[in-house]
């Protein structure tokens, strides 16, 4: 049973950066493709961003392209995304999800290993 943990949300104004953390235990972190996603009040989950199990491939919503960045250290069992130029609509609970696969799946429905979230407010 693969438990994961986000951290690093938290209030920032438009233009500024954070970075969240996804702590994994439970599993064998280095055979998982790894995905961040959010939800925002009314809306359904969406994909932000994914990392295959080796770092080496990263896939990226075309909302957040060019302003975050994805990655994983596989000794740390940890996964980043580390997101700049922050814009109100980026407003949202930022979820990590897994699962034991080699695809870099983009709907949330292909995850079966979830996080509690992290509350993110970009405010304008």
């Known amino acids: 049973q693969v438990q994961l943990v986000e951290s690093g949300g938290g209030l920032v104004q438009a233009g500024g950066s954070l970075r969240l953390s996804c702590s994994a235990s439970g599993g064998t972190f280095s055979t998982y493709t790894m995905a961040w996603f959010r939800q925002a009040p009314g809306k359904e989950r969406e994909f932000v961003a994914v990392?295959?199990?080796?770092?080496?491939?990263?896939y990226y919503a075309d909302s957040v392209k060019g302003r975050f960045t994805t990655s994983r250290d596989n000794v740390k069992n940890t996964m980043y995304l580390q997101m700049n130029s922050l814009k109100p609509e980026d407003t949202a609970v930022y979820y990590c999800?897994?699962?034991?696969?080699?695809?870099?799946?983009?709907?949330?429905?292909?995850?079966?290993?979830w996080g509690q979230g992290t509350q993110v407010t970009v405010s304008a």
């Open positions: 990392v295959n199990w080796r770092a080496g491939s990263t």
């Open positions: 999800a897994a699962r034991s696969s080699i695809t870099m799946f983009t709907s949330p429905t292909s995850y079966g290993y």
